[in-house]
């Protein structure tokens, strides 16, 4: 009965906006009236993230979409290691719940989200058993509901999910290529004999390949199928011919990582081992289709560096083209890569090849506005990227509040000012009654 009366109090939360929506739990916590210290706030934050926790279990999705934005934007404002070493196997599985196909009839926005606050608890937890467990709890939900194509617009955030999942929990490099044909399955679908293939949106195509050039950039050994990777060039390849300008982006860094890994030169070294070199043999027949394609990708590469603009094109976007593709064709021609430093505080953040620029985008997009916040106190990334942040606030006693944060208590309509509204408001009318009875 106490559990069923909290989750009424936590969907009264999410289900408005209204002052009237904020209930007697919020009027229970109306001594935290001014939130000067890192504890008031991470106090009130944990009661937020409880409530939003019990909220989804509410019949109504919009409550529990609401309740998962709050539990992403408690991600993104502050490292929640407290309540994920609580309350981490009951918000894992009450998410999966949202993905697996038929569960709670949950909406394409609330699959999204769900995927999102996953990914999300991955990287809170970092490398552990935590994040085993949510890779092996999560790993075939998300493939099944990638494949049962029931609403495009849900599909990025499962594939972020699963890529990030993969990359934080995955043990090895079979964990990580069954990830990446996951992914390739989503654009390449293995059809049946009634089944009529579907083209793919743009929207939809570069999303895959970034996913799976992210998770391609973890790979350390690769396993040589000269076929498979034709294929993988040549579809890449295709793609840079595309008019969708985020698709020519995503299938150029594929290609230059591709490369940078060396493809081309291991199946050169397993020409230079085969004992039999003849113009027929199937090593030289591979690295002759490879440097083939390779040539063909750099003469695609110079044309898209200083491609003009065309009707509606977008300026900033072709100039992000056009430097993107110079970068390629310095790669390619002379062995340059790609060199980028980040501000993060006053710390400054360096990646200096294809795998550590993509792995960084990748994890700056998926993060969002809770990029700075990870980088500067998320361990595990630290580790990812050889970061050492100097520390923050030598005065313990000094607490910043991030933007979450701001709003979450500086807000008019957030949870603290609610609360302190209806304590005034009920001080106020206990005092006229105080007074009437005088």
């Known amino acids: 009965m106490g559990k069923r009366n909290s989750q009424r109090k936590s969907a009264a939360m999410f289900d408005s906006d209204d002052d009237s929506s904020v209930t007697s739990s919020s009027t229970a916590r109306s001594d935290l009236m001014s939130v000067s210290g890192a504890e008031d706030v991470q106090f009130v934050q944990d009661s937020l993230l409880d409530q939003a926790l019990d909220a989804l279990d509410e019949k109504r999705g919009s409550t529990r979409e609401k309740a998962l934005s709050s539990i992403i934007d408690a991600f993104n404002s502050n490292m929640q290691h407290e309540f994920v070493e609580k309350k ?121 390949v970034s996913a799976w050039s992210f998770l391609l950039s973890t790979v350390s050994n690769l396993k040589l199928n000269s076929k498979n990777w034709q294929n993988s060039i040549s579809y890449l390849s295709s793609l840079l011919d595309k008019e969708d300008r985020s698709v020519r982006i995503a299938a150029g860094e594929a290609l230059a990582l591709i490369f940078e890994i060396g493809v081309i030169d291991k199946f050169s070294a397993e020409l230079d081992s085969a004992s039999d070199t003849t113009q027929g043999s199937k090593p030289l027949e591979s690295y002759i289709f490879l440097q083939g394609l390779k040539g063909k990708v750099i003469n695609q590469c110079k044309n898209l560096s200083t491609e003009a603009g ?56 998926f993060l969002g506005g809770g990029f700075i916040k990870h980088m500067q106190e998320n361990e595990f990334l630290h580790e990812v990227f050889g970061f050492s942040p100097k520390r923050k606030y030598l005065n313990t006693n000094e607490h910043r509040m991030s933007g979450g944060e701001k709003r979450m208590f500086k807000s008019p309509n957030s949870f603290l000012n609610k609360a302190r509204t209806q304590s005034l408001n009920k001080q106020r009318i206990l005092s006229e009654v105080g007074i009437l009875t005088i």
């Open 310 to 365: 065309g009707k509606g094109s977008a300026k900033k976007d072709l100039n992000s083209q056009r430097n993107l593709f110079r970068d390629i064709l310095d790669f390619f021609e002379y062995g340059y890569s790609p060199d980028i430093s980040m501000k993060i505080g006053g710390d400054s953040l360096q990646a200096s090849s294809w795998s550590e620029m993509m792995q960084l985008n990748f994890i700056k997009h």
């Open 88 to 208: 981490f196997a009951t918000l894992l599985h009450q998410c999966l719940a949202s993905i697996k196909k038929g569960s709670k009839k949950a909406s394409a926005k609330e699959i999204a989200l769900a995927s999102h606050a996953i990914g999300c608890l991955a990287l809170t937890v970092g490398c552990g058993d935590n994040a085993r467990e949510i890779f092996e709890e999560s790993i075939r939900p998300l493939d099944e509901s990638l494949t049962s194509r029931i609403d495009v617009s849900k599909t990025p955030s499962l594939l972020e999910c699963l890529a990030i999942i993969t990359f934080v929990g995955g043990n090895d490099q079979e964990e990580t290529e069954r990830s990446m044909d996951i992914m390739w399955r989503v654009i390449n679908p293995k059809l049946g004999s009634n089944v009529v293939a579907v083209k793919p949106p743009a929207s939809l195509i570069a999303n895959v």
